[in-house]
């Protein structure tokens, strides 16, 4: 069903009934297609209404003053476009699809309503939103301190384990519809710069060329890194490196 992913995205912090189930999907019942490179969530719009990606991704985006744009988030299938229910101020953001994208729209009272209806969807609701939280903390350190072989490294790892919590990578195959652009203003570099670190991280066999990307080796990703999955809700961080690898981190 379209609302599986919003499920198992929630499922990564509690164990849900069926009335839990059901309420969920009733709440994705609205579903509207945006084509890709489509602004869906505007700058300045209302939030009464927000919506949940339900298949492809999206980005939240800003324009600076000089028309240069950045990336600060991406948002994957069972992603929530804006956790924060109680309130309707104006975003302060874009967000654009990055692929054609499935969503579903839904009012923040109903969303609302739903979660204090449910203990156990309350409960995962806030920690899906801490670990957003937490996302955004990583990528401000991306962006003031990490090296770019460094960000790009954390990049993958987050989408990889983000992407598997949904079942949509397995055994180190990352999707990854996001173009160079698309990383490079998510990274804070230049595309010439993200095509270099890249190439380097292909000849040292970190990464290789696919249709998406391929990490032959997780745990040496990681350590390039510096890459702790627990600020995602994790506790088991062998389920997703189980080897940390000996390649070296510069």
């Known amino acids: 069903m379209r609302s599986d992913p919003v499920i198992r995205r929630l499922c990564n912090y509690e164990r849900f009934?069926?009335?839990?189930?059901?309420?969920?999907?009733?709440?994705?019942n609205d579903v509207r297609i945006f084509n890709k490179h489509r602004d869906f969530h505007n700058f300045g719009a209302s939030s009464e209404y927000t919506y949940v990606v339900?298949?492809?991704?999206?980005?939240?985006?800003?324009?600076?003053?000089?028309?240069?744009?950045?990336?600060?988030?991406?948002?994957?299938?069972g992603d929530f476009c804006d956790l924060n229910f109680a309130t309707t101020m104006p975003l302060d953001h874009g967000i654009v699809s990055i692929?054609?994208?499935a969503t579903a729209l839904f009012s923040k009272s109903a969303a609302e309503h739903v979660m204090n209806?449910?203990?156990?969807?309350?409960?995962?609701?806030?920690?899906?939103?801490?670990?957003q939280e937490a996302c955004q903390h990583q990528w401000l350190v991306s962006a003031g301190r990490r090296s770019a072989r460094a960000a790009v490294a954390h990049l993958f790892c987050e989408l990889y384990v983000r992407m598997h919590q949904v079942g949509?990578?397995?055994?180190?195959?990352?999707?990854?519809?996001a173009s160079q652009i698309d990383l490079a203003d998510a990274i804070g570099i230049t595309a010439i710069h993200l095509n270099r670190?890249?190439?380097?991280m292909r000849d040292d066999g970190l990464i290789e060329r696919t249709q998406g990307v391929r990490i032959p080796d997780l745990g040496a990703l990681r350590q390039v890194a510096g890459f702790d999955p627990r600020h995602l809700g994790l506790d088991d961080v062998g389920m997703f490196f189980p080897n940390l690898g000996t390649r070296a981190t510069s």
């Open 117 to 131: 209806s449910f203990v156990a969807l309350k409960q995962a609701w806030g920690k899906s939103l801490r670990t």
């Open 197 to 200: 670190t890249l190439r380097n």
């Open 99 to 101: 692929t054609e994208c």
């Open 17 to 28: 009934s069926i009335h839990e189930i059901n309420a969920v999907r009733q709440l994705c």
């Open 168 to 177: 949509l990578a397995h055994d180190g195959d990352l999707p990854m519809p």
């Open 54 to 77: 339900l298949n492809g991704w999206a980005a939240r985006y800003f324009i600076l003053p000089d028309g240069e744009r950045r990336i600060i988030a991406f948002l994957l299938p």
